[in-house]
Each structure stands twice: as C-alpha cells, then as structure tokens.
C-alpha cells in the first residue's frame, strides 16, 4: 500500500494556497506537514481525506486491499474533535464505530488505551481540552483505517498522553499503517520524512 500526491494544487477562497505537491507515503511511513500559521497545512489534509476537491492534481491510494478509495481508507482527526458534547464519551464513540465500520478495539478497551477508563457515561462536553483529544484519539482505536490523518494531534495533551500517542503511532506503523501529520510540534516519530509548506509569509 501507498499514499501518492501528484501535482496537487490547493485552493481556499478562490486563492492558490499550494500547487504541485508531490509525495509518495509508503506502508509503514509517516509525513510530518510543517510550516507557518496558514502555509495550508490543513488544507492538504482535508484534500486528502477527500472534504476538499483539489484545484488540480490528485491523491490516490495504491494497494489499499479492501479499501477502494483514500477517503474509506482514513481516519481524519482535525482541529475540532467531531464529538457531540451532549452525548456521553460511550456514545459519541459508538457512533464513530458504527459510521466508520470495521471494528477494532471495544470501546472500553480503547479508553483504557488513552488512560480514560470509567470516562464512558461522562457527557463527553464535561471533558477538558486534553481529555476531549484523547477521546479523538479513542475514535482512530474501535475501527480499523489503516490511513490516519491529524491536525496538530498533539494539541492540549499532557507530557504522559503525548508519549503515548507516539507509542500508538509507532505502532499503527509498526502494522503497516500510513500517518499524515500536520505539526508545530514533534511528535516523537522516528525517520518521519518532513513535507515543509512555504506560506506566503
Ligand atoms: N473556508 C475558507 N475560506 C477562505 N479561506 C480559507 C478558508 N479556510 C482557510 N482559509 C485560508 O487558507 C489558508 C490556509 O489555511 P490552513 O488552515 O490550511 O493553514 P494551516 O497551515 O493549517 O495553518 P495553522 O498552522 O494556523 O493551522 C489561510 O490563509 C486561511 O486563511
């Protein structure tokens, strides 16, 4: 399996944000995104998970068996966590599990893996900022895809949680899994390959 960009140009607005970006993510690879406030960072990822048509270009996954597209084949974690703060933790991601399919981890079993057991029945708009990250990071465990795409993951975590966020990273690779990064920080990734955006300064 692998993720290609070819000569992929963004727009946000009517304006040229980038163009032609090319890059080849193996199986097992990350891409670290970086670059200044608005150099379109999120903007790649939301082309890539397919909530944004490309101006021109395309992203493809090759020999993603079973998933027939990139947007099937990924999990998008942005800058808003996706959860309804009514609804408890449990809730919130048993709907994930359902939209998303392929099951993975029970839902207890993957709060445990955050460090959140016993969270289940809280509201999930109780949590604090951290605390509603982790739940996110919850959602990419109970289904399977082997494409995680993140906005500034790492956002609001605590030195523990950031830690072991790089071990579940390194692990998702470890399987053959495939990360896309948009970053300020390091995320603890060994031999990530770096996709530096420019900005318009
Ligand atoms: N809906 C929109 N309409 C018009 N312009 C937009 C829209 N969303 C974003 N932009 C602009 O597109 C540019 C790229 O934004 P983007 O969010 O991709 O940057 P980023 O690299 O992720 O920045 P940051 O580091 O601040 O998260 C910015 O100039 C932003 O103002």
Same mark, same amino acid.
């Given at each position: 399996?692998?993720?290609?960009?070819?000569?992929?140009?963004?727009?946000?607005?009517?304006?040229?944000?980038?163009?032609?970006?090319?890059?080849? !993510?193996?199986?097992?690879?990350?891409?670290?995104?970086?670059?200044?406030?608005?150099?379109?960072?999120?903007?790649?990822?939301? !082309? !890539?998970?397919?909530?944004?048509?490309?101006? &021109?270009?395309?992203?493809?996954?090759?020999?993603?068996?079973?998933?027939?597209?990139?947007?099937?084949?990924?999990?998008?974690?942005?800058?808003?966590?996706?959860?309804?703060?009514?609804?408890?933790?449990?809730?919130?991601?048993?709907?994930?599990?359902?939209?998303?399919?392929?099951?993975?981890?029970? !839902?207890?079993?993957?709060?445990?893996?955050?460090?959140?057991?016993?969270?289940?029945?809280?509201?999930?708009?109780?949590?604090?900022?951290?605390?509603?990250?982790?739940?996110?990071?919850?959602?990419?465990?109970? &289904?399977?895809?082997?494409?995680?795409?993140?906005?500034?993951?790492?956002?609001?975590?605590?030195?523990?949680?950031?830690?072991?966020?790089?071990?579940?990273?390194?692990?998702?690779?470890?399987?053959?899994?495939?990360?896309?990064?948009?970053?300020?920080?390091?995320?603890?990734?060994?031999?990530?390959?770096?996709?530096?955006?420019?900005?318009?300064?």
């Amino acid at each position: 399996m692998r993720l290609v960009a070819d000569k992929l140009s963004g727009e946000r607005g009517g304006e040229l944000i980038f163009s032609d970006l090319d890059f080849v !993510i193996a199986a097992g690879a990350a891409l670290l995104v970086t670059g200044p406030n608005g150099a379109g960072k999120s903007t790649l990822l939301r !082309i !890539i998970a397919g909530l944004l048509a490309p101006l &021109s270009g395309n992203v493809r996954l090759e020999g993603g068996d079973g998933f027939p597209d990139v947007q099937s084949a990924c999990h998008y974690l942005g800058h808003t966590n996706a959860m309804k703060p009514a609804l408890s933790v449990r809730e919130n991601l048993a709907f994930w599990q359902a939209f998303n399919g392929e099951a993975r981890q029970d !839902i207890d079993e993957a709060l445990e893996t955050v460090g959140l057991g016993g969270t289940d029945h809280l509201p999930f708009g109780y949590l604090s900022t951290g605390q509603k990250r982790r739940i996110s990071i919850a959602k990419l465990l109970v &289904s399977y895809r082997p494409v995680w795409l993140l906005d500034e993951p790492t956002a609001g975590l605590d030195k523990i949680s950031e830690s072991r966020f790089a071990g579940l990273m390194q692990g998702h690779l470890g399987e053959g899994g495939i990360i896309v990064a948009a970053t300020h920080l390091p995320l603890g990734l060994d031999n990530a390959q770096e996709l530096a955006m420019e900005g318009r300064g």
